[in-house]
């Protein structure tokens, strides 16, 4: 897919670098967020990133793919690949409602009742109100639908029970879309339903829990007879599995992907060019530079994959399971450049982050761990080979493909 830009789109990058030039001050923010510094802590780290995400929205470069009935832009392809580049080219942090911005959005834009619409979308974009995502429970991940949360209905309200793990931004989030079992006498798929719960409902605990990488990430969330209004049901009682495919197929779908691995891609290229090494500098080493030139080649054939699943969606088609190749081409690619950061770190790799000899202040132990995280959320490796095969390429269903059609999020 060969992409060419208008004279128009030539202006829109360069209203949009004037801007960038403009706002110096938040970018430095919100970059420096990224790199764990500038903020006193993390209340004042997570107003910042909202603030920064408020700021591009009101600068017209969030929810580009969005109906401006909502408060999106209707950009065109073009257009939403421009922003990711220059963005991307100034080391920008993802925005902090990623998951209300890429997964619930798009789903509440194509499943969503008007209300739903007109109440939840414009605080998505704002980031006024954060998201989370309650798919997976302790009992079911990759095979979902064995989901055992459950929700009672009483009178015009949903009486939910149950737990979800993995909960990624839960202990922030304003609201969770999570899917409950109404009907516990249906078949699997059927009686799953797709709720819209606030986070500050009675009977919600959030319990963190802390990754390989040390990090805090993800959490468990129990809920204790939590009351949902039944307005807040997403599609039709008990059909809930569909629109759930068709959030796992816009979490797996898009762009966002290919920015952060190009930030990252280009950051350790500077630290292969500055990282000393015998008489010169890291990048002196031939399989060094050839190991970075292979990742760029790859990273061209995502950013092409991306290209073509994003004009699909702005043709009206659902990415469906063809996002899946996308989704499993860029976490092994984020694989492969963490493997190539520990051989650009060399015997450094081995220094431990807080040490003051670690390598950019131990972001590569981060991104290793980081990676692994990928290959799992959204649906793991197999899951999406799983998918593929069946799916896109209509080979016959393993005996497990009908149960296990993964789900949630990460990055
Ligand atoms: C960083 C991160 C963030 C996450 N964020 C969220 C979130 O915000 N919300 C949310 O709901 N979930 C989230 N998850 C959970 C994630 O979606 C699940 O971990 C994932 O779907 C796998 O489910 P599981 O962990 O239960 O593993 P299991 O399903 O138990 O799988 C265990 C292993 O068996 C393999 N396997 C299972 N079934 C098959 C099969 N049919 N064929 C071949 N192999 C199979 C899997 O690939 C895996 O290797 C997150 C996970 C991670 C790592």
Known sequence: MHLTFSPEDEEYRARLRAWLDGHHAELAGAAGLMAGGGAANILDAIGMAREWQRTL??????????????????????????????????????????????????????????????????????????????????EAGSDLAALRTRAEIDGDTFVVTGQKVWTSMAPIADWCFLLVRTDPTAPRHEGISYLLCDMRAPGITV??????????????????????????????????????RSTLGHERSGLAGVLSLESNLMRLWRTAATLPRGDGVALDDTAVRRELAQRWIELEGLRHLGFRTLSAQLAGREPGASASVGKLFASELRSRIAATALRVEGPLAQVAKKSPHTVDRGRWHA???DAIGHSIGGGTAQIQRNTIAERVLGLPRSVQGERAEGGGPGR
Not at 88 to 93: A, K
Not at 106 to 118: A, D, I, N, W, Y
Not at 216 to 233: C, M, T, W
């Open 367 to 369: 991104f290793y761990f």
């Open 57 to 138: 929205y009101e600068a017209g470069y969030v929810g580009l793919a969005w109906p401006k009935a909502y408060g999106g832009q209707e950009a065109t392809l073009t257009q939403q690949v421009i922003v990711s580049e220059e963005l991307s080219r100034r080391n920008t942090p993802p925005l902090i409602n990623t998951i209300g911005l890429t997964i619930l959005g798009p789903t509440l834009v194509q499943h969503g009742t008007e209300e739903q619409k007109q109440r939840f979308l414009p605080k998505i974009l704002t980031a006024e109100e954060l998201w989370c995502q309650g798919f997976s429970v302790p």
């Open 207 to 244: 319990r963190p829990l802390r990754n390989a990488a040390g990090g805090i990430h993800f959490s468990e969330v129990f809920f204790e007879d939590v009351r949902v209004p039944a307005a807040n049901l997403v599609g039709e009682l008990h059909a809930g599995w569909q629109i759930a």
